[in-house]
Every structure is written in structure tokens, then in C-alpha cells.
């Protein structure tokens, strides 16, 4: 059987994550759980377990302090760290703590189900290390495609980082998403342009170039081929719609 301690310090979190856990009957089980790094310390040495799950921003001690803290103890637990997408980098320095795995917020039924099925049967623990570590890659481009969406954001510039073939790199983010490369960058800067279209002043030309666009007449087609009319007919549209309400 394998023993676990949740430290969260959100409640449904941590609920959720303890509902999760019970429902997979895997040979795992919650021995205690805590809403702060402190508290999770100190049930960490009282319970010893094999496993602790902990977020990493909490009050009193955070998640990464506490790891420290255990490590020094001498306890030999591994660590599976609770973080979202903002807290991605910060959650990368626990890889110099030894820190086993990462579940991504909002924690999916099937990250749990593999965290799991790795900590009962570590034989399977390479390959889905494998793929925790490359689903944690699209999920970081996915970051940075979001808030940099007006700069160049080449398929190449991410294979050169992440030292993958483009092709191979295509062929995760298609599989993660649901969209190809091309057609998520799309996607954004087209959801952004729609928002600065309704919600600011700004001329057509700036709007193309602030959601990276620099020819006013290419993001003119883009955007028609998005949402199947102008950048003026969906200012009227959706004007239209507004006075109705």
C-alpha cells in the first residue's frame, strides 16, 4: 500500500484531489492531508509517508521550503508538486530537490490515474515520465504562446529549446491540444483581436499589428476566415447585439 499526505491549502483542491485518489483504488491511500507547508511538515514526520503531494504557494511555509525542511529530516518520501501554468518555472526549481512528478492545475482524472499507476508499479515510471515531461512542454508552450502571441512564434524556436525535431514537437502539441501549431496561435490572436475590436478604439492596422500581423490586409483574410466576416462587420454585429440586451 502505498501512503500519501496531501498538503494544499486551497479546500476544494485538496478535497477534489483526496476524492480523485480514493476512487481509483490502486493500492493507495490518503493517510493525511494539511492547508499549509508548516502543518505538512509536521505530519510528514509524524506519518512517514511514501508519498506527498503538496502545492507550492501556501501560507506559513511553502511547499518548496517544506521539501527542504523534510529532506533534512532524512525522510525518504517522494514529492509530486500541485502547480498551474503561472507558477510553471518557479515549480521547475524543485527538480534540484529531488521532486519525483508534477500535476498541472486543474488536475485531470488522467494525470492522477498515471501518478498513480507509476507510484504502485515504478517499472512503468520511465515511460510515463517520458510522457508527464513532454505533456509539461506543450503545456509551457501553450504558455508562452498565450502571453506572446504577437511575437514570432516558430514551430523551430520551440524545437531548438526543448531540443526536439519540429516535426516530432508538431505531432505532441497536436496530440495534447487538440490543434495543430499553426491553428491554436490562430486561434489566439484572433479570440484577442475580437476583444480589442469590441473593447478599445483602436484603427483596424493597430489592432493587426498588436495581435501580430503586421500586413492589415493578411489579417484582414485571417480574420474573415476565422469568423466568417470583416473586422467591420463584427464591430456592427456585435454592436447590434449589445443595444438589443
Known sequence: MVNIVVVEDEYKIRYG????ISKQNMECRVVGEAENGYEGLKMVRDLLPDVVITDIRMPKMDG???IENIRKLNINAKFVILTGYAEFEYAQKGLRLGVYDYLLK????SDV???LNRLVNPESREDGQQQAQYSRVVHDMVSVIKKNYAQRLGLDVFA????LTPEYLSS???KETGSNFSNYIKGVRMEKAKEL???????IYDI???VGYPDQKYFSKVFKEYTGVSAKEYVVANQKEIRVY
Open 113 to 115: 490515474k498515471n501518478l
Open 208 to 210: 493587426a499589428l498588436r
Open 17 to 20: 484531489l483526496l476524492q480523485l
Open 160 to 163: 531548438d529549446k526543448y531540443h
Open 172 to 174: 505532441l502539441f497536436t
Open 64 to 66: 518548496l521550503e517544506m
Open 106 to 109: 486543474p488536475v485531470a482524472i
Open 197 to 203: 475590436l469590441l473593447n478599445s478604439n483602436m484603427k
